[in-house]
């Protein structure tokens, strides 16, 4: 390593932690971001190991941030979550963990409540379209399917009565 890449280094390191410390952050953000100001694959390891080893990094922190975030913010369900940290390289074990500390009456008042909101907002030509389209909301949302589909029948209930 030549002094002037180990400069680079120690200053995206330097600046990678300052992110770090202000919000939770995963290792493959920090190899993205190492990758991305010019460090190769090593010096990218080094740092995130450097970043983890030093809890600048911690997978768990992370995870519930993440999912705690998704849920209030983003109204997504458990499985769109668990999904989003699987592809970000989080464990199985953290995942499990972060998504336990949702509020399950939480999850499902809000999937009732957008499903609510979506159902009034949709097109549709017949009730079958509509749940079709209810449906894929919930699916690409990331809810209970088989919870969704109780909430989608009881509102295409009351559409037919009222």
């Known amino acids: 390593m030549q002094n002037n890449s180990v400069t680079d280094y120690n200053t995206i390191l330097k600046n990678f932690a300052e992110i770090c410390s202000k919000t939770e ?37 992370f995870a519930e941030a993440f999912a705690a975030d998704k849920s209030k913010f983003s109204k997504w369900g458990l499985i769109k979550i668990s999904n989003a940290l699987k592809l970000k390289g989080i464990e199985q074990k953290y995942i499990s963990n972060a998504l336990q500390l949702i509020p399950c009456e939480k999850m499902e008042s809000m999937a009732v409540e957008q499903i609510e909101k979506k159902a009034a907002k949709i097109k549709y030509k017949d009730y079958n379209d509509l749940k079709i389209k209810l449906l894929r909301f919930c699916f690409s949302r990331g809810y209970d399917i088989e919870k969704s589909k109780i909430k989608i029948d009881a509102i295409i209930k009351q559409l037919k009565e009222g």
């Not at 952050?25 to 993205?32: D, F, G, I, P, R």
């Not at 190492?34 to 970043?51: E, I, S, T, V």
Request: with cysteine; aromatic share 8%; hydrophobic share 30%.
């Open 25 to 61: 952050k995963c290792v493959s953000q920090a190899l993205e971001y190492a990758k991305k100001k010019g460090l190769d694959n090593l010096q990218a390891k080094q740092m995130a190991n450097y970043l983890v080893e030093n809890n600048y990094i911690n997978h768990q922190r």
